[in-house]
């Protein structure tokens, strides 16, 4: 997860991807209206104004879409989780099997919890024990919950932290040298995978040296195609689809690339997704089933689906009228996802308004 200047995003790029976002094929649960404008013609037609309008538009006419979707939730009323104080910014969500949902702070790297079916927030880690929370994975096999920690103010190294999942730190594991921590992914056998978005970097920590203490991450796969330009970032969400490819968002230039993984554990190759339209400054990222992604394009406000076929990728919004959406985690059950809006563009100063409170983390259905 990534602290992505929103407000500089050029009006070309918003203008193709809200059209994307609109494009929605058939589906009933897509809270975007239906549009067939050509992307590139937009793009190259639209100006700030424009652009401006149509944003607000789009977040105007989801907002009633987004409380019915997580109106719609299971037995338990817990819906929306309301979070402390007006410094949270809230940039990293977890949901374990049995229903817990964990919650990492971007500000001061404060992790709650909630319990399953309760919104009462319980602080699990306090301020200070970590920096910058970016990523957060539950490893309920072993009881552990993992988060990605970066000083954003010190020009420290990044790390892995690996605690019980009762709050006791078990292991620290520092990059082998200074850059971002900005999501996590988990394959199968219980490898981590880590994002740094500042170097173009993914970073692996094999599952032997999870709970080692001082055992260093090694970089994985370090790429051109993965940096971008300061002060953006360049890669940042990871999502493992369970078998032998992982999945990394590149925020900058709204694009989906997929490593191939080998038996022995190494990367063997890159392939650039060939979407649709690109995205609009993606974050968070979650695969949820075959030839299938969740993605936040915090840009626009928006969870969106991505359809696979191949090498190619069409993507829709599902659930719109997000402010500043940063973080998201699916339910046990796979067809709600929890979702963090970090407006974090107002924690960067990008935006100096104050941000909207509460900060909260609410439910939608998929």
């Given at each position: 997860m990534v602290l992505a200047p929103h407000r500089l995003l050029l009006a070309s790029t918003l203008a193709s991807a809200l059209i994307a976002c609109s494009e929605v094929p058939g589906g009933d649960d897509a809270v975007a209206d239906s549009s067939s404008t050509d992307?590139?013609?937009s793009s190259s037609d639209s100006d700030s104004d424009s652009t401006e309008d149509t944003?607000?538009?789009?977040?105007?006419s989801t907002e009633d879409t987004?409380?019915?979707s997580t109106d719609a939730g299971p037995d338990c009323p817990q819906e929306t989780i309301v979070l402390p104080g007006d410094t949270f910014h809230p940039d990293a969500v977890a949901a374990t099997a049995d229903g817990t949902i964990y919650i990492g702070s971007r500000a001061d790297g404060t992790v709650v919890q909630t319990l399953p079916c309760e919104t009462d927030v319980t602080t699990l880690i306090?301020?200070?024990?970590?920096?910058?929370?970016?990523?957060?994975?539950?490893?309920?096999?072993?009881?552990?919950?993992?988060?990605?920690?970066?000083d954003l103010q010190q020009p420290t190294s990044p790390s892995i932290a690996v605690f019980t999942r009762t709050g006791e730190l078990v292991a620290?594991?520092?990059f082998e040298e200074t850059g971002s921590c900005d999501d996590l992914a988990r394959d199968p056998q219980?490898?981590?995978?880590?994002?740094?978005?500042?170097?173009?970097?993914?970073?692996?920590l094999p599952t032997a040296a999870l709970t080692v203490d001082g055992s260093a991450v090694p970089t994985w796969l370090g790429d051109p195609a993965f940096t971008a330009e300061p002060p953006l970032r360049g890669i940042n969400g990871l999502a493992h689809d369970g078998e032998n490819t992982l999945y990394a968002v590149h925020t900058q230039l709204g694009a989906l690339h997929a490593v191939t993984i080998a038996d022995d554990g190494q990367p063997t190759g890159l392939t650039l997704i060939q979407l649709d339209s690109p995205m609009v400054y993606p974050d968070d990222l979650e695969w949820v089933a075959t030839d299938r992604l969740l993605v936040i394009e915090s840009g626009i406000g928006f969870l969106t689906q991505?359809?696979?076929?191949?090498?190619?990728g069409v993507h829709w919004g599902?659930?719109?009228?997000?402010?500043?959406?940063?973080?998201?985690?699916?339910?046990?059950?796979?067809?709600?996802?929890?979702?963090a809006e970090g407006q974090l563009s107002h924690l960067g100063g990008q935006d100096p308004a104050p941000p909207s409170l509460p900060f909260r983390v609410v439910r939608a259905l998929l």
């Open positions: 992307s590139t013609s944003t607000e538009s789009s977040t105007d987004t409380e019915s306090p301020a200070g024990e970590l920096a910058h929370v970016g990523g957060l994975l539950v490893d309920d096999g072993r009881d552990l919950l993992i988060a990605c920690d970066a620290t594991h520092p219980g490898n981590v995978y880590a994002s740094d978005g500042t170097n173009g970097r993914i970073l692996r991505i359809s696979l076929n191949g090498n190619e599902l659930v719109g009228g997000l402010d500043e959406p940063s973080a998201l985690a699916l339910d046990a059950d796979g067809i709600r996802a929890w979702i």
